[in-house]
Nanobody, 123 residues
Framework: VQLQASGGGLVQTGGSLRLSCAASGRTFSTYGLGWFRQAPGKERDYVATMSYNGGYAYYADSVNGRFTISRDNAKNTVYLQMNNLKPEDTAVYYC?????????????????WGQGTQVTVSS
């Protein structure tokens, strides 16, 4: 499985971006999915996660109410809609997939990772 993230960029505080992550392979609909981010000099942190059928979605406290994860299994794509962006959201954002289908906020549980897309929020 290959994951290709896109949609990052430079945005002002309060702005919005939508990240996309397209996956190869025929079993995308069975995967749990997640978005993580990593700022310079920091560990990779959980942002949002969704179960294989979209029935469960969870968010880090720092983004809850501002970010929305969604998936389109017909397009093999997962999205992260980011609203009301803040400078502290600046990071490289990674999408990830786990073959057991469950949502998870643990980095180590994910089997596949995208290459990352840079999000920069200016103050």
């Amino acid at each position: 499985v290959q994951l290709q993230a896109s949609g990052g960029g430079l945005v002002q505080t309060g702005g919005s971006l939508r990240l996309s992550c397209a996956a190869s392979g025929r079993t995308f609909s069975t995967y749990g999915l997640g978005w993580f981010r990593q700022a310079p000099g920091k560990e990779r942190d959980y942002v949002a996660t969704m179960s294989y059928n979209g029935g469960y979605a969870y968010y880090a406290d720092s983004v809850n109410g501002r970010f929305t994860i969604s998936r389109d299994n017909a397009k093999n794509t997962v999205y992260l809609q980011m609203n009301n962006l803040k400078p502290e959201d600046t990071a490289v954002y990674y999408c990830a997939a786990k073959t057991d289908g469950y949502a998870s906020h643990y980095v180590y549980q994910y089997d596949y990772w995208g290459q990352g897309t840079q999000v920069t929020v200016s103050s």
